[in-house]
């Protein structure tokens, strides 16, 4: 995997903000948006913490 790190968000539902540009997801089904991109690059999405995929 080379130089794949490996870490999880620390933000949570509290921190969307209505009509931005970055998506932002929970643990529920909902898509959010935020502000600011929390990593920069390539990333693979993995749900967590009981998530209702």
């Known amino acids: 995997m080379g ?3 490996i ?3 620390k933000l949570d ?3 969307m903000v209505q009509d ?3 998506d932002f ?3 529920g089904i909902d898509v959010y948006k935020i502000d ?3 990593f920069e690059g ?3 999405t993995i ?3 009981g998530a209702s995929v």
């Open 13 to 15: 539902a509290n921190a």
């Open 3 to 5: 130089g794949c790190e």
């Open 7 to 9: 870490t999880t968000g």
């Open 47 to 49: 749900a967590g913490n």
């Open 36 to 38: 600011k991109a929390a």
């Open 20 to 22: 931005e540009q970055f």
């Open 42 to 44: 390539p990333v693979i």
């Open 25 to 27: 997801y929970t643990s």
